[in-house]
């Protein structure tokens, strides 16, 4: 990940960048912290409303495609990361750590939905909750191919209503 990519996303400097993250290993562990910290904590907030399981997976998936359209630089930035050999391996084991958690939380709303029979009763939590991820994955692939906002959010509510298709009683 380069400072100068960084800036242009921030709105700092090249200079800035450079004396708060000396090297790429913290640059990209930066990138990775501060995208984990924000999305995450948007997300607990929406579980935490008090809705219906669907409900809040419904504003959990919206909200991933919000932060992507507020945040495209990110998904480049961490893709770059990602292929740098000697900062990959730890990164990669950070995201995978931060997914295993995070679709165990989704895979919780889907047992609670089946429990209230919202979903098809032989759902398979585990399974529908990396659906879910790989859903907010390929949406992020596609910001990555400079799709606008508008077409973006479009996309990802119809994504949304094709997965809540496959898995509604």
Known sequence: IGAEALAQHSGVSA??????FPDCRALSSGVFQWTAHNLMAQIEHAALRNKPPLEALEDIFHLHVVF???HAALPPLLLEALAIPEDGKAL???IHDLLADYEANLALLLCLARKDAAVRAELDPALAAKLFTYLTQGLAMRAITGKTSDVLLQEGRKVWQQYLNG???
């Not at 200079?15 to 708060?20: A, F, L």
Request: proline share 0%; charged share 40%.
């Open 15 to 20: 200079d800035e960048v450079s004396r708060i």
């Open 68 to 70: 992507l359209v507020s």
């Open 92 to 94: 990669r084991q950070r």
């Open 167 to 169: 898995i509604r009683a």
